[in-house]
């Protein structure tokens, strides 16, 4: 059988899924997916890629993780370093979708998309759920692309996001900002959120060395815990905590946003300092709809 290219993909998952695809302009149905593009009723047009993906944001914003941030981030994902956290948000999945032959699963704010290509390449995840990963950045989107897989990828906003009410089953927010009101409206009435946020000692050997941010040496998620409480029903909570050796140091300290703000000289600092391992501390919590 011949291999459908990439755009071919996308257009077979976006006929697949017009049902619960919206405008993000005017809030209406989609009506047609075309050659190069998606078109509302109100024919709002949105641009089809051809690496394989949809961006649904007229204006694109800048943000400030820009490719190379993604390209050390796969890297790192590429080490394991993350592989107790990808196998823990498989468990959780595949116990919430034990009773449903198909479940639409969301990543919001998915970035190259690893954690999503993790649940594709799980066969037991995969044949009950459909997979969504939408983040604003197209650099992180296009990049996610470049998995082998059948993932509707978009270029979309969280605060907007391009689906009908009360459509996912599980919405994924890992390490990434979160959108309660637009979660609930897209979640159905079993829905859950499975988010994942730093805890005490995340990244703590980094964060000690950016200079006169030693205060900031531990973290409190507890303003983050708060905010999801308020929205959600806490159904389950776990903390991963382990340490790892990291053997690309620079990789590691150009993937996180922690470093953002630093100057090319501060980089090169942390990156020459004598840091021999690196705490990951995360706490992972599932909330349902109240
Ligand atoms: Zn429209």
């Not at 066969?123 to 969504?132: P, T």
């Not at 890992?174 to 409206?185: G, H």
């Given at each position: ?7 071919e993909?996308?257009?077979?998952l976006?006929n697949?899924?017009?049902e619960i695809?919206r405008c ?7 009506k ?6 998606v078109?509302?009723?109100n024919?709002?047009?949105f641009?089809?890629?051809k690496?394989?993906?949809?961006n ?5 914003t ?10 050390s981030?796969?890297k ?5 370093t993350?592989?107790?956290l990808?196998?823990?948000i ?19 704010g998915?970035?190259?998309g ?8 799980n ?10 990963g939408?983040?604003?950045s197209?650099e992180?989107?296009?990049?996610a ?7 509707l ?7 907007n996001?391009p689906?009908?009410n009360?459509?996912?089953?599980i919405?994924?927010d ?12 897209v979640?159905?009435k ?6 994942v946020?730093?805890?005490e ?7 000690s060395?950016?200079?006169g941010?030693?205060?900031k040496?531990t ?14 029903e ?6 991963i905590?382990?340490?790892?050796n990291?053997?690309n ?34 706490n ?7």
């Open positions: 059988m011949k291999k459908l290219k990439k755009i993909v996308l257009r077979e976006l697949e899924n017009i695809l993000p302009v005017c809030k209406n149905s989609i047609a997916i075309t050659e190069n593009s078109l509302c009723e024919n709002h047009c641009n089809i890629s690496k394989g993906y949809v649904l944001i007229q204006n694109n800048k943000t400030i993780y820009d490719k190379s941030l993604f390209e981030r796969r790192i994902y590429e080490d394991k993350y592989d107790k990808s196998k823990e498989i468990a959780i999945i595949d116990k919430y979708t034990a009773n449903k032959d198909s479940n639409y699963i969301l990543d919001a998915c970035g190259e690893y954690y999503l290509n993790q649940l594709y390449l066969n037991k995840i995969n044949k009950k759920c459909r997979l969504f939408i983040d604003i197209r992180g989107i296009s990049l692309t470049s998995y082998e897989n059948n993932i990828w978009s270029v979309s906003d969280l605060a996001l689906f009908k009360s459509k996912f089953d919405i994924l890992i390490l990434s900002p979160s959108n309660y009101k637009e979660f609930k409206r979640l159905n079993e829905g859950i959120v499975i988010k946020v730093p805890d000692h995340y990244l703590q050997e980094i964060r060395k950016i200079k941010n030693i205060k040496e973290y409190s998620n507890k303003d983050i815990i708060d905010v999801f409480k308020d929205n959600l806490i159904v389950y909570d776990n903390r905590t382990y340490r790892i990291p053997s140091l620079e990789e590691f300290i150009k993937m996180t946003p922690l470093t953002s703000s630093l100057s090319q000289d501060q980089m090169n600092e942390l990156i020459k300092s004598n840091i021999e391992n690196i705490t990951i501390d995360l992972v919590i599932v909330g349902k709809i109240k």
